[in-house]
């Protein structure tokens, strides 16, 4: 039987895509040697001591099981920060992003100490990025799940952002405890439709159910959102939701029937719609 177990033949000798199995190997390295990445190239004779080895194999047998990689590694970037992530939350996706640049548009044309809603907010990912670029907001963030809570708040506190951001326990708006209006507003709710067959696929078999599905036709969270965004909305004062790929059409009519403004659509990367935003009137 061999023993080699050097970084190198660990690598050459794993079934899982090259990408992948460096990102769980560098994260065996930093655990168990603080050494960083560049150790795979710089030291790949080297061999794993026994421990290491054994959690190497423990992660590389686990991603071969589809677990994410996110979780595996505890961690994901998002934005300009890196957010602590475990599976009582979803797992902060590229697309995400969108609505942290329209929040930040927003917030350098408000030219002021803005205050921000995020509802929904699992590891705390939009605002937490948002608080980290816009040095000078206040973030107030939601989540229904205690177990989310608890992990965004790990996050604002190895951010250094806890003194900016406040979380708060309950449904969308019915966790604020009274009527307060913000200048942004924003959220990626859970808009897959139950029964679609993503929800069978990848990461999100591993994520919590309630962070992707509504349970029911993908708008209902969506829906909620929207039209009951007027009281706590300031006058001039932007909404801005993440919505499924074939959805934006019903979210802008739901905007409209909720007499929201410039309603605009938003493309991510791929050239897919992905997010819209609508403003509540000036006067
Ligand atoms: N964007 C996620 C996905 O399609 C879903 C997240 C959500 O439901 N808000 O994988």
């Not at 934005?79 to 992003?97: K, S, W």
């Not at 942004?184 to 069978?200: F, K, R, W």
Request: charged share 20%.
């Amino acid at each position: 039987m061999s023993t080699n177990t050097t970084l190198r033949s660990l690598l050459s000798g794993t079934t899982l895509p090259q990408n992948e199995a460096k990102i769980l190997l560098a994260f065996v390295l930093e655990k168990h040697y603080q050494l960083p990445r560049s150790a795979l190239l710089s030291r790949d004779e080297m061999e794993l001591n026994p421990q290491a080895l054994e959690q190497w194999r423990n992660l590389e047998l686990k991603r071969l099981s589809g677990e994410p990689i996110a979780y595996l590694v505890g961690k994901r970037g998002f934005h300009e920060i890196e957010l602590y992530v475990a599976p009582g939350v979803l797992i902060p996706r590229p697309e995400t992003e969108i609505l942290i640049e329209i929040a930040l548009r927003e917030i350098q044309k408000l030219n002021r100490p803005a205050n921000i809603l995020d509802l929904g907010t699992g590891s705390g990912a939009i605002a937490l990025a948002i608080a980290h670029s816009a040095p000078q907001v206040l973030v107030t963030a939601t989540d229904q799940s205690l177990e989310a809570l608890a992990i965004a708040n790990i996050n604002a506190e190895q951010l250094g952002l806890s003194n900016r951001v406040q979380f708060a326990q309950g449904s969308w708006y019915g966790a604020l405890k009274e009527v307060i209006q913000f200048d942004v507003i924003l959220s990626n709710p859970p808009y897959i439709a139950a029964g679609d067959t993503h929800l069978n696929e990848g990461d999100l078999r591993f994520e919590p159910a309630s962070a992707l599905t509504d349970g029911a036709g993908g708008l209902s969270c969506l829906e909620t959102i929207i039209s009951q965004v007027d009281p706590y909305l300031k006058l001039g004062g932007l909404v801005a939701v993440e919505h499924g790929f074939d959805q934006s059409e019903a979210i802008v009519n739901l905007m409209k029937v909720a007499q929201l403004e410039e309603i605009q659509v938003h493309r991510d990367l791929a050239g897919h719609c992905r997010a819209v935003s609508g403003r509540k009137s000036k006067s």
